[in-house]
């Protein structure tokens, strides 16, 4: 039996990616709320949840409790590697340095750039996923954020290189993908933009509606279109004003739109983060990162989407000012969200692997802790910090 202290993980480097067989007495998370017992695991897949006392399993010499991995669908890049570098050794880095947050599973993220460009980065993922590492989080397609924006809401985006929404441009970039491309942010109010989501929505592809200058009216029209997604929503976008309130507004009121947040308390003030949780609750709220490459690295200077940037403690900022992107880890977003919220845990969690598993499809094998899922685990202590992270019954992580 081997003994992991909470504080002191004993588990020496070359242990590292061990394969487990399960966790022994320890707080699970199901989806029937928190039990204590046994999770045991074969071949990568949860097989059963138990309180056998003879189950030979991971032990923790202190309470702990065990939650469904983390899913980030909009993460740029962290520890000095962008998805826009086109480059395997980067989706690697990111892909490693992410399970430290408890992150098992993510969308490579893009950013506004030439064709070429976005076309080489989207190629890399291609081949990532073909030949991934074992001991990282786990690519499970691409967010395509950009070139289909408003260069009015462009953020951070790189308005030289932004485009009209164009069906045969994404068929393009899909191709290059090998189909990997689940998710596209797109300003809805541009030309083609409703006939682009009408599109998306056939081609099984979640239309979300991001970096955008919307009227309500167009933000409506997006959703009857398909759209059921709104990305960062309250950054880039129009606000909420009480004679058109906007695509913030269009969050708010349609039940068919599902809310990204930047949970980091910078991007989005603690209020509006409790606004949009009543409103939306639980079901409707999925915490993303928006991490460039600065993320688990010193303050300096950076590079986003081929612009400059610079962190300074929390925050990432172009020359101009304007936020770009995060360094926001996923487990400081669920503590956040604890500490900002009277939510339960299990709520945040939903937040952070539930929701953002069925809207992109995998729920079936990710997202929450039953038999016949995949083993993507968080063990965590009682401050929310990730001891352990178990990527399809794998460690990959391991707090020392």
């Avoid at 204590?36 to 897949?45: A, E, R, S």
């Avoid at 809207?359 to 990730?386: F, H, Q, W």
Wanted: with cysteine; aromatic share 6%.
């Amino acid at each position: 039996m081997l003994l992991i202290s909470v504080n002191l993980c004993i588990i020496m480097h070359e242990r590292l990616m061990k394969v487990i067989n399960g966790l022994k007495n320890v707080r699970i998370l199901t989806p029937e709320g928190f039990i204590n017992g046994n999770l045991q695991i074969d071949n990568g897949k949860i097989t059963n949840i138990n309180y056998d006392p003879n189950f030979n399993g991971l032990t923790f010499t202190d309470v702990v409790t065990v939650v469904p991995g983390f899913i980030d669908e909009h993460i740029h890049g962290a520890n000095g590697s962008d998805v826009m570098d086109g480059d395997l050794d980067s989706l690697s880095n990111i892909a490693c340095t992410i399970v430290k947050e408890g992150v098992t599973s993510f969308l490579a993220t893009t950013m506004t750039q030439k064709e070429d460009v976005i076309i080489k980065a989207l190629n890399n993922v291609k081949e990532y996923v073909d030949n991934p590492v074992e001991n990282g989080a786990e690519v499970i397609g691409i967010h395509l954020e950009g070139p289909f924006l408003n260069p009015s809401a462009c953020g951070a985006q790189d308005p030289a290189y932004i485009v009209n929404p164009d069906v045969d441009k994404l068929k393009r970039y899909q191709d290059a993908s090998g189909n990997l491309i689940k998710l596209v942010t797109v300003a809805p109010e541009m030309p083609g933009g409703i006939e682009f989501i009408k599109y998306c929505t056939s081609a099984g592809i979640v239309a979300s509606i991001g970096h955008t200058k919307a009227t309500y009216e167009d933000a409506h029209q997006a959703v009857l279109a398909g759209a059921t997604n709104v990305t960062h929503c309250f950054n880039a976008m129009s606000g909420l004003h009480h004679r058109d309130v906007g695509v913030v507004g269009a969050a708010l009121l349609h039940d068919e739109l599902t809310t990204e947040l930047i949970a980091d308390g910078i991007h989005v003030s603690k209020e509006a983060i409790k606004i949009l949780y009543k409103l939306k609750g639980k079901d409707k709220l999925t915490l993303v990162t928006d991490a460039m490459e600065a993320k688990w690295l010193p303050d300096g200077e950076y590079e986003l989407g081929g612009q400059k940037v610079y962190v300074k403690g929390k925050e990432a900022r172009l020359t101009n000012g304007t936020l770009a992107g995060s360094v926001l880890k996923m487990n400081e977003a669920v503590g956040n969200m604890h500490d900002f919220l009277d939510a339960t845990l299990e709520d945040i969690i939903y937040m952070a692997s539930v929701n953002p598993a069925k809207k992109l499809g995998v729920y079936d094998r990710k997202g929450s802790i039953e038999p016949g899922k995949d083993a993507d685990l968080v063990v965590l202590n009682d401050n929310l910090e990730v001891i352990m992270t178990i990527v399809k019954g794998r460690i990959c992580y391991c707090k020392e």
